[in-house]
């Protein structure tokens, strides 16, 4: 587990302006969920998160330590994206393997994780297949595999169930759930789904056009929506 502290945290591609002073504070082993329209730079905070994207003002911290200028590999912190990006020509056991081959991690190990999360994942028996052989809900888990052999003490989801059909999405909000409490980790979930939101989430953080509007816990929000914003958001009859 890991706190992860966001502190005044800017984006401007060019002279776009598209995060604008964001603080946001996640405790240990807390399933943050960051809701907003499409557009609010939702995605962008993640990427800062991950280090993918720079940061062009403020601070990330990830268990007190500040990691702006962190690898993305040395972060801890591993990503799971809505359109999956398995690679078609690896077997599902290569896709969880592959980027801990990258990492030099040592052939037995690998083994021992890829063993591991699929065990976790309910993916034994499909680790000889390909990415086309596989339902959504499966390329999903292998998605989250490739996240887990990695041990991260952070998870951080891009509105990962968006492509799967209503039914397979409640059943997997279930599992990313479980998996969080198991593996003990820190989650940052993006959605755009309130329902997504408020069943999941131990602190929603409602956002727009690069600004929190609000953060708290789901009930705190339904109760006590700041402005109307947040309240439609929410759902509430505010
Ligand atoms: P969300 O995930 O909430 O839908 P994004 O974080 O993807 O929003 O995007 C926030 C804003 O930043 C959008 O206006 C988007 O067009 C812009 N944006 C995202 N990435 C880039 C980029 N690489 N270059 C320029 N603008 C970008
Ligand atoms: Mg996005």
Request: proline share 4%.
């Amino acid at each position: 587990m890991a706190s992860v502290q966001i502190r005044g945290i800017q984006k401007a591609f060019g002279s776009t302006q598209v995060i604008r002073g964001v603080d946001i504070d996640i405790p240990d082993g807390q399933f943050a969920v960051l809701v907003g329209p499409s557009g609010c730079g939702k995605s962008t905070l993640l990427r800062m998160l991950a280090g993918l994207e720079e940061i062009t003002d403020g601070e990330i911290a990830i268990d007190g330590r500040v990691v702006n200028n962190v690898q993305p590999k040395e972060r801890d912190i591993a990503m799971v994206f809505q359109n999956y990006a398995l690679y078609p020509h690896m077997t599902v056991r290569d896709n969880m393997a592959f980027s801990l081959m990258l990492a030099k991690v040592d052939k037995s190990a690998i083994a021992e994780r890829v063993k591991r999360a699929a065990d976790i994942l309910g993916l034994g028996e499909l680790l000889e297949r390909y990415p086309r052989q596989l339902s959504g809900g499966q390329r999903q888990r292998v998605a989250m595999g490739r996240a887990i052999v990695r041990n991260p003490q952070v998870f951080l989801f891009d509105e990962p169930l968006s492509n799967l059909d209503a039914k397979l999405r409640v059943q997997m909000r279930a599992e990313i759930k479980e998996l969080h409490q198991r593996l003990k980790t820190t989650s940052v979930y993006v959605t755009h789904d309130q329902i997504e939101a408020m069943t999941m989430a131990d602190q929603i953080v409602v956002m727009r056009d690069g600004r929190v509007e609000q953060r708290g816990r789901p009930l705190d929000l339904y109760d006590n929506p700041a402005n109307l914003f947040v309240a439609g958001f929410i759902g509430s009859p505010a």
